[in-house]
């Protein structure tokens, strides 16, 4: 039987003085890490009076503030589970969490309460409660006569502290169950990974309904005490700004293309921070290399998903690979197997990248087959293609998903990719398959050219010709403006797949 709140209890331990910033906004005033209790408690106390349980769901779906920070904690601390949402989720796939997930409590924006409220009373969710992104709303009037003081609810290790709904592009949206010591567990390995201080300042300007700005941004910044500039979206300039008060940024790889449009990143304005960290998506080796010439400093790129928090990183000392997403993290095993037998493969060959390690989720709610489905002798198969080179370093070379098979040979997409973004005049690109009569799928390349260049379809081909296998080379070449992404920075492939699906059938 456990007397602590094993997630809430590590968070206590690592607190400094409580007068001690926890929050700063971006636009001036600040929030301290009492602040962060007394408003917790008082929502904590909200919690229970709705009839949250220890173990119920608390949906949320609201804009990025400090006071939805405070909600996690709160439902940490009542033992709840903490369902975050995606402020893009529209009503209907709203309703599918809600109905998935039964949650006994819902806290939405104030634009769509009267929905939710009619929603709620349709699927028996308990409760629903309104936060503005000022922090207005029933909800903090609700709580603000309420007592700061609370007794966390115990909670041990293996007990659910969240459930993060993955993207899942393909089929339904599965509910990731994430435990107490999943999550504290993987925060603490990057804390010290990373080297993350009381002396630290994180420019926070990621979402906090994804793993990369709640468990892993938000959860070492509280387990190290330190500090955090908490801006509700991300912009190039204001970071940019930001910097000299900052010591560490964790972004996805846009942040970084956005930085380097910023005619003000240089070595100078960067000189304060100690750390710049990507993930949620591919950082391409270019980026890594153009933010080295200008600043002096390496990115850190690390890998990791909803269902695993993180799984690798690049080195803190020690030579920081562009293109690579680095070692296995203490106390995580990865290894590479053969998509067909599920061998495990030797240094350089390329396949299944799965995982096993104290940060691997406990299933899928509500979904045992699916989540049996996706171990392999106790490690999690991740979807993710991959190798590891001789030096140990961990290469992604994309989703399992996304690989294209034409004429019965296997197409890994970022090779092309590399080749394409290499050449002069092509800003990025995604190669993927597309329904092909004779090739069952056609690679097909799309395009984002610079604004000034004159490259053709025809450029491309010529010039790649010499470089790949002739089955690697794109059929099709198509120009866009812009790649369709997500709000992680991930390039929605399968939009592409959609929109160009006909390609092929009148060529074919
Ligand atoms: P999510 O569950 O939304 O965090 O998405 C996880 C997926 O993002 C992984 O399975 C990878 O496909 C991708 N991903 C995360 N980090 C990286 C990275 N550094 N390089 C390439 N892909 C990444």
């Given amino acids: 039987m456990t007397d602590t709140n094993h997630l809430f209890a590590a968070f206590r331990a690592a607190m400094p003085a409580l007068d001690t910033p926890l929050v700063y906004h971006p636009g001036g005033g600040q929030e301290t890490y009492g602040d962060a209790l007394a408003l917790s408690g008082r929502l904590a106390n909200l919690m229970v009076a709705r009839g949250v349980k220890p173990g119920d769901r ?34 209907p796939e709203i309703e599918y969490f809600l109905s998935d997930a039964e949650p006994a409590l819902f806290l939405c924006r104030p634009e769509i309460e009267t929905e939710a409220r009619a929603l709620a009373g349709r699927l028996g969710v308990g409760s629903v409660e309104t936060l503005g992104s000022e922090g207005t709303g029933s909800l903090t009037e609700a709580a603000a006569g309420l007592p700061e003081d609370f007794s966390d609810v115990p909670r041990g290790p293996e007990d659910l502290g969240g459930i993060l709904y993955t993207s899942g592009t393909t089929g339904r949206a599965k509910g990731a169950m994430l435990t107490h010591d999943n999550l504290l567990s993987n925060a603490l390995t990057l804390r010290d990974y990373w080297r993350f201080t009381r ?75 100690r750390l710049f960290v990507s993930g949620s998506a591919p950082l391409l080796a270019e980026t890594h290399r153009a933010f080295r010439d200008r600043t002096g400093q390496a990115i850190l790129e690390r890998y990791g998903m909803t269902e695993t928090g993180m799984n690798t990183s690049n080195p803190y000392d020690g030579d920081r690979r562009a293109g690579t997403v680095g070692f296995p993290l203490p106390g995580v095993s990865l290894r590479i197997t053969s998509p067909e037998t599920g061998a495990v493969l030797a240094d350089d060959e390329i396949g299944s990248i799965e995982v096993k390690g104290p940060n691997v989720f406990k299933g899928y709610w509500r979904m045992p087959e699916k989540t049996a489905s996706e171990f392999h002798d106790g490690f999690f198969i991740t979807g993710d293609l991959g190798k590891i080179d001789g030096d140990g370093y961990v290469h992604i070379v994309g989703r399992g998903k996304d690989l294209v098979i034409t004429g019965g040979f296997n197409v890994y997409p970022k090779e092309v990719e590399g080749e394409i973004d290499a050449l ?62 997500n709000t992680m920075g991930k390039v929605q492939k399968n939009v592409l797949r959609d929109t160009y699906k006909d390609l092929y059938r009148t060529v074919a």
């Fill in 199 to 273: 002396d630290d300042v994180l420019i926070h300007a990621l979402p906090i309904f994804h793993t990369h700005g709640l468990f892993v941004a938000s959860n070492i910044i509280l387990l190290s005490g330190a500090r955090m500039i908490f801006c509700p979206k991300f912009d190039a300039r204001e970071c940019l700004a930001l910097m000299p008060k900052a010591t560490s940024l964790m972004g996805v790889p846009t942040f970084y293309t956005r930085l380097l449009d910023q005619s003000g990143l240089t070595r100078e304005a960067t000189a304060h921070m």
């Fill in 58 to 91: 608390v949906a949320v779906q609201v804009e990025k503030s400090w006071t939805a920070l405070a909600v996690y904690l709160a439902a940490v601390r009542a033992g709840a589970v903490y369902l975050p949402l995606n402020t893009a989720y529209t009503l």
């Fill in 424 to 485: 002069p005049g092509v800003v990025e690109s995604a190669v993927i398959g597309l329904p092909h009569k004779d090739f069952g799928e056609g690679v097909t390349a799309v395009v984002v050219k610079a604004r000034d260049a004159s490259l053709t379809e025809a450029d491309i081909h010529t010039t790649l010709e010499g470089r790949l296998a002739r089955f690697k080379l794109p059929k099709r070449v198509i120009f866009v403006d812009d790649l369709p992404r």
